[in-house]
């Protein structure tokens, strides 16, 4: 089964009560460990972004199976994992073309101004990050696992 993406590993189980007297809980999805990089994100910038877009936490597990843990009330959660599946599919990609390709004036959502190369290597993550979290919050939410 290692290599499935999604999968629920581990049923919701409730933590604690938030301070709205919603429900906090943990849901663990099985995540493959070799897309927990791309998920973490340069100096664990694209987890943090996840987070506090979400209002999640996000944590990562290698055993007993790859898996991602989301922590949060039920719609942070859901929001939470929309992002993990979008920046899972997105991301790889959006970093690839901003490495290699000029950017057009307009082409990027999170920043339409922005135009040319990105000539500071150290920039391309937070640019990517910035962008695939834009185009993914445009998404519907799904559930189903992928894989």
């Known amino acids: 089964r290692q290599g499935s993406i999604g999968a629920v590993v581990?049923?919701?189980?409730?933590?604690?009560?938030g301070a709205g007297g919603e429900p906090i809980a943990e849901k663990r999805y099985e995540m493959p460990v070799k897309y927990h990089g791309v998920l973490l994100g340069k100096q664990g910038l694209?987890?943090?972004a996840m987070e506090k877009?979400?209002?999640a936490q996000i944590r990562f597990e290698k055993e007993p199976v790859g898996a991602i843990v989301i922590k949060g009330t039920e719609p942070q959660r859901?929001?939470?994992w929309k992002l993990v599946q979008g920046m899972q599919a997105t991301l790889p990609k959006l970093?690839?073309?901003l490495r290699q390709e000029?950017?057009?004036?307009?082409?990027?959502?999170?920043?339409?101004?922005?135009?040319?190369?990105?000539?500071d290597k150290q920039a391309v993550w937070p640019v990517a990050v910035s962008e695939a979290l834009a185009r993914v919050r445009d998404q519907p939410y799904?559930?189903?696992?992928?894989?």
């Open 142 to 147: 799904d559930d189903k696992p992928k894989g």
């Open 10 to 17: 581990q049923g919701t189980q409730m933590v604690s009560v």
């Open 102 to 119: 000029p950017i057009k004036e307009g082409e990027l959502r999170s920043r339409p101004t922005l135009q040319g190369r990105i000539e």
């Open 78 to 80: 859901q929001e939470a």
């Open 46 to 48: 694209t987890v943090k």
């Open 53 to 55: 877009a979400s209002g």
């Open 95 to 97: 970093l690839n073309k």
